[in-house]
C-alpha cells in the first residue's frame, strides 16, 4: 500500500506544480481523482473486504481525460474508445489509479510535446471477452538521454491487473514511445 499511497501523493503534487493558467477546478478534478482511489485503496485493505464493481470503462477513460491533458498541457490527446468496450471488475478509482501512472511515466518521455494516445478496445480470448485499454506515447522528438521505456508506476498497474485476473504488456510503440496495454476481463455495460 505503500507505493500505491506514494503514487497519490504524486498526483497532488504534479496538481500543485501546473501552470498558473490551469483552472483551479481542473486542479480540483484531478485531487478528487487522487481522493477517491486513496478512499478505495485504504477502506478495502483495513476491511478485507472487496469493493470491486462493474466499472464502465469509457466513461471512466472520458472523465480522466481533463486531468490527463492537465498533466501533459504540451501534448495532444487522443481517445480512441470502443463503443462496446462494455465494464470492468474494479474498486471505484482502480481504473484512475492505473491511468495516471501510466500518463506520470509517458510525461517522462514526451518532454515538451507529443501525442498521448488512450484507447480501449472489445478482445475476445481464450477464457472469454476481455477489453484492452492502452496508453501510448508519441514523442514528437526523441530526446538524447531521456528516460525511454521508464514505467515507475506499472508495478501498480501490474497489481491491479492481476488482482482484476487481467494481466499488463509494454511494447514499443510508433514514432519511438512505448504502449502499455491493459487486459481485463469484461461485460457488456448494460448486463446487470
Known sequence: MASELS???????ASQALAPDVSASARVDLIAA???????IVEGRRQGVSLRLWLDVNRSLRHLEAAT?????????VLDLDPGAGSVHLAPGELELAILNLVFDARSRLGDAGILEIRSARTPTSLGEAVTISVEDLPERIEQGAPHGTQYGLETVRMIARDARGNVSMVPGRAGGVQVRLLLPRRPSNAS
Open 7 to 13: 503514487d497519490l501523493l504524486k498526483v497532488v503534487a
Open 34 to 40: 487522487a481522493s477517491r482511489v486513496a478512499r478505495a
Open 69 to 77: 491533458q492537465m498533466l501533459l498541457p504540451s501534448a495532444r490527446i
